[in-house]
């Protein structure tokens, strides 16, 4: 399965026309097919970082599904919809992205992906993306599913979990840069996002043998993002959903 992430930078006037084709044209649209569905749309948070930055997730059945869909964009049923949409943004970065082996999304039932529109609380997320060291992107890869994201799970007696990964990417071949690897993780525990703003690192959590520590012989360039999903967003799925 392959997946479409990408960055829209929005001309603020429009940004109510840009969510608006998203939600009544592109999420509907795949919904009539078994190609692609929509599932994830989310507005980078304001005071965060630039203005008007939307990220979308759209999950493709596979190599054929994508070329169809390119096509539809190019010269057949989307593409009045993308001229449109081409008017309502500066710019859009987009990149085809794999699974990572340890992800614990790797397929989709694209026929269980809601594509109704319907409303809920949003979520908060840190799209964390990372560069690891040239020759070192595999083993940044599976330190970041046996060290980092095992490391999630473990927390103090009766203290919530604050981060949980739902998805782990790294681009396609040739389709973006080389060494990347980019983390969807949920924000679970939204009251301790304030003292993570607010107070630096302990030293204890930067010593050796941590993380913070030993990841830096992998990599020492990273970007965080906090991303907050629309209210109509097919991701997450409402707990229990297929």
Do not use: C
């Not at 026929?111 to 908060?124: C, H, M, N, S, W």
């Not at 490391?151 to 979990?161: F, K, M, V």
């Amino acid at each position: 399965m392959l997946f479409l992430h990408e960055t829209h930078h929005v001309a603020g006037y429009h940004e109510d026309a840009f969510e608006h084709a998203f939600r009544e044209g592109w999420m509907p649209t795949l919904a009539r097919g078994d190609d692609a569905r929509l599932l994830w749309y989310l507005n980078l948070a304001h005071g965060s970082g630039w203005s008007y930055r939307v990220v979308t997730i759209t999950a493709v059945r596979d190599g054929a599904a994508w070329e169809r869909l390119a096509r539809r964009i190019q010269s057949g049923d989307l593409q009045d919809w993308m001229r449109e949409l081409d008017t309502f943004r500066h710019d859009v970065h987009g990149k085809v992205v794999v699974p990572l082996p340890w992800s614990p999304m790797t397929e989709v039932d694209l026929g269980a992906v809601p594509a109704d529109g319907a409303e809920r609380d949003p979520a908060i997320y840190m799209e964390d993306t990372m560069w690891p060291y040239e020759g070192r992107l595999d083993d940044y890869i599976d330190a970041s599913g046996t060290v980092y994201a095992k490391s999630l799970e473990h927390r103090d007696s009766g203290a919530p979990q604050f981060l949980q990964i739902e998805a782990g990417f790294q681009p396609a071949f040739g389709s973006h840069r080389k060494r990347e690897v980019t983390l969807m993780q949920r924000i679970l525990d939204p009251d301790r996002l304030l003292g993570l703003l607010t107070t630096d690192i302990p030293a204890e959590m930067r010593a050796p043998g941590t993380w913070m520590h030993d990841a830096l012989e992998l990599r020492d360039r990273w970007e965080s993002r906090l991303l907050r999903t629309a209210p109509w967003s097919p991701f997450p799925l409402e707990q229990g959903a297929a």
